[in-house]
């Protein structure tokens, strides 16, 4: 199994950045895709970003040219730098690995981003 921890979440004004870490620690190798998703009050969890084992990436529209996902093999860790915030993006964010067999996937708790002034 992998386990992941969030860190980096908290309140920023509107324009700003925040840099979502994601510690991964257990089977890594069994790691071939890894995303960030969002879940907004009220609202389903969407995905925000995604890079597959050959650096792929992809974006959802509403985070393209402000968000980027990013990785770091020697920290097993994954990041997602978030520029010009905005109060839209307010969620709790989670990252999630999708991994070759069982269990196929596995989840982080979350962390709080909050953009208001």
């Known amino acids: 199994q992998v386990q992941l921890v969030e860190s980096g979440g908290g309140l920023v004004q509107p324009g700003g950045s925040l840099r979502l870490s994601c510690a991964a620690s257990?089977?890594?190798?069994?790691?071939?895709?890894m995303a960030w998703y969002r879940r907004a009050p009220g609202n389903e969890r969407e995905l925000v970003a995604r890079?597959?084992?050959?650096?792929?990436?992809y974006y959802a529209e509403s985070v393209k040219g402000r968000f980027t996902i990013s990785r770091d093999n020697a920290k097993n860790t994954m990041y997602l730098q978030m520029n010009s915030l905005k109060p839209e993006d307010t969620a709790v964010y989670y990252c999630?690995?999708?991994?070759?067999?069982?269990?196929?996937?596995?989840w982080g708790p979350g962390t709080q981003v909050t953009v208001s002034s």
């Open positions: 999630k690995v999708d991994l070759w067999g069982r269990p196929s996937e596995s």
């Open positions: 257990g089977s890594i190798s069994k790691i071939y895709r």
């Open positions: 890079m597959t084992s050959t650096d792929a990436t």
